[in-house]
């Protein structure tokens, strides 16, 4: 009892003593500058993908704050976890040292339950026409928490352990007529299933022998790709990306057997030309081909993976106006192999300006997702990895909204939209049969119904501090199976109901500033041995505070759930409680 009363004045003191942080924020004009001057190339946003978080918390898009070019991108749509983490993105420097001509970064931090992070990059070619950009990121953790299920008192801690390694390399050549784009990235990531394992019920008592929490899965990572593309505002417009992944499992349910690798050849193609002014009829797609290298596993156990292709055209005709922009076209989308679809969505989007600075826009697409063996892991890493998913088929995802920016400093989106889904997924724990990794998740698809609506706010004064703050409601609808047993409540297993994203930044004085970032997520359900159970709200204060010494050294301090809130992403993973980290960053 003394002990917990130790805890809890501990996150007490943490949370009085945050006040007095601060954080590092760059000056947002000069961070455009930097964006175009020194694209340097990292993989990790260090604000989001913390060691502290093993699995990052679930993605929200934010609508563009600005009129709609030709090109429309994805408006705002409710808590995206199918994150994609593109082959070669743009880097985030981690620091308020403003931009100079040195084109070099690093950045390290260390802190509680060994949590590490670390960037390096640096920029050797940067002329107009040639980009040649080297980058690695580092993320660990090796520290003991706590499960939140009741079991034996020698088995309340466990260790969690995490090491991400990525790096890359970019180069980017502009042509009179012609921009060219290549580049290569590795990625190494080595974990255990730390997860609470689920006996069968045939099993009595707490025999956690059964599961394997120690041995280290590795995942790798080998990307490469090549494209071809037209300088913005020509007649013709034309995009050619040819890209290959492979992507490994070490090992399958247990050390004793191999995983499979995933091989994806994936080409992204668009064609398009101007004609009567502001007016393009184009015809974009991407195709995918899937191949697999399967080893034998033995012990009852089968691999089920199907070599096949995935295919997306999009045909579409666009034309602006003075205050207005639109877009009309169509998906066609197919799948081949033994669970072949095929399957249409409507590609459209809208703009008008119905007032200074406000306007009113409209967007219905549709996706297929692959749900391949990469795709999924980067969602959730804990994922059995000896299943194949069917690919999502999203037949709908309309949004109509109304933002504005009419009053200085201020800004705001007021949205809601529709999802139709089949085979959406949701992750669920497995049951622990045999001495195997432990709660290795299982992935559960079902078609999907989603209506969702929200609002987004943003302020800005001069440059003393600005405030966010965005809510989302999300109603499921889920379609129930039935089976011997009759018919099951199905849930959004693991999806928010409601969502609302907060953060100011503040800055006192020169050199000196302080964040805080504030996540929930409520109405979130588990599948556990047959039953619906109701998860822990996600409930995260954050804190980051930093100080520039010069144009080239910067400290910071970030302090993680400084409410010591506790709760799961996934059924049986708990995530860390309070975690501090102190760090450098540095401009060379």
């Known amino acids: 009892m003394k002990t917990r009363y130790n805890i809890k004045a501990l996150c007490m003191i943490a949370l009085l003593g945050s006040t007095a942080t601060v954080s590092a924020q760059e000056d947002k004009t000069k961070e455009k500058d930097l964006n175009r001057e020194m694209t340097l190339e990292r993989e990790y946003d260090p604000t989001v993908q913390d060691a502290s978080k093993v699995n990052t918390l679930p993605v929200i898009k ?90 034996p008192e020698n088995e309340e801690k466990v260790k969690a352990k995490l090491n991400d390694n990525m790096g890359g390399l970019n180069f980017k050549h502009t042509f009179n007529k012609t921009i060219l784009d290549m580049g290569i990235k590795y990625g190494y990531s080595a974990f255990n299933y730390y997860g609470l394992p689920l006996l069968n019920a045939s099993l009595l008592g707490f025999d956690f022998d059964y599961a394997d929490r120690e041995t280290n899965q590795v995942n790798q990572t080998i990307q490469a790709k090549i494209g071809f593309e037209s300088k913005e505002d020509a007649p013709v417009g034309y995009l050619l990306d040819l890209g290959y992944t492979n992507f490994s499992h070490k090992y399958a349910l247990s050390k004793e057997q191999d995983g499979p690798t995933e091989h994806t050849f994936d080409v992204k193609f668009d064609l398009n030309t101007r004609f009567g002014g502001e007016q393009r009829i184009g015809l974009g797609g991407n195709v995918e081909y899937f191949n697999y290298s399967l080893p034998t596993i033995g012990s009852g156990d089968e691999l089920e993976f199907e070599n096949h292709a995935e295919a997306t055209l999009s045909p579409y005709y666009k034309v602006a106006g003075d205050n207005w922009n639109l877009k009309l076209g169509a998906n066609v989308m197919f799948v081949t192999g033994d669970n072949s679809k095929f399957m249409a969505s409507p590609n459209i989007a809208a703009d008008v300006e119905v007032a200074d600075k406000t306007q009113l826009y409209l967007v219905a697409g549709g996706k297929l997702y692959s749900n391949s063996m990469y795709d999924i892991s980067q969602v959730n890493r804990y994922i059995d990895p000896t299943k194949e998913l069917l690919p999502s088929r999203n037949y709908l995802d309309g949004t109509v909204g109304l933002r504005s920016g009419v009053a200085p400093g201020f800004w705001f989106d007021v949205f809601g939209g529709y999802k139709i889904t089949n085979d959406e997924v949701f992750f669920t724990p497995n049951l622990l049969l045999t001495k195997k990794f432990a709660n290795t998740s299982n992935a559960l698809q079902a078609n999907t119904k989603q209506a969702f609506g929200g609002v987004s706010l943003k302020y800005s004064y001069q440059q003393l501090f600005d405030i966010t703050l965005k809510g989302v409601y999300n109603n499921w609808n889920v379609e129930n199976k039935e089976d011997e047993n009759g018919t099951f409540d199905y849930k959004a297993y693991g999806k928010p109901e409601m969502e609302l994203n907060a953060g100011i930044t503040v800055r006192p004085i020169k050199n000196v500033s302080a964040s805080l970032d504030y996540y929930l997520a409520t109405g979130r359900y588990a599948l556990v041995t047959g039953e619906n159970e109701k998860m822990n709200n996600i409930n995260e204060l954050n804190l980051t505070g930093a100080y520039t010494l010069n144009d080239t050294f910067g400290l910071y301090l970030k302090l993680n759930n400084v409410l010591c809130q506790k709760y799961e992403l996934y059924y049986g993973y708990p995530m860390q409680s309070f975690s501090a980290m102190i760090g450098v960053n540095i401009n060379f």
């Open 62 to 151: 934010e609508p563009v704050v600005k009129k709609m070019p030709i090109d429309y991108a994805s408006f705002t749509v409710p808590a995206d976890p199918e994150k994609e983490i593109s082959l070669l993105p743009s880097g985030n420097i981690m620091t308020d040292i403003q931009y100079n001509k040195r084109r070099g970064y690093f950045n390290f931090g260390g802190g509680t339950y060994l949590n590490l992070n670390g960037d390096l990059g640096y920029h050797i070619l940067s002329t107009d026409k040639d980009k040649l950009n080297l980058w690695f990121s580092h993320r660990s953790t090796n520290g003991k928490v706590k499960y939140m299920q009741e079991v």
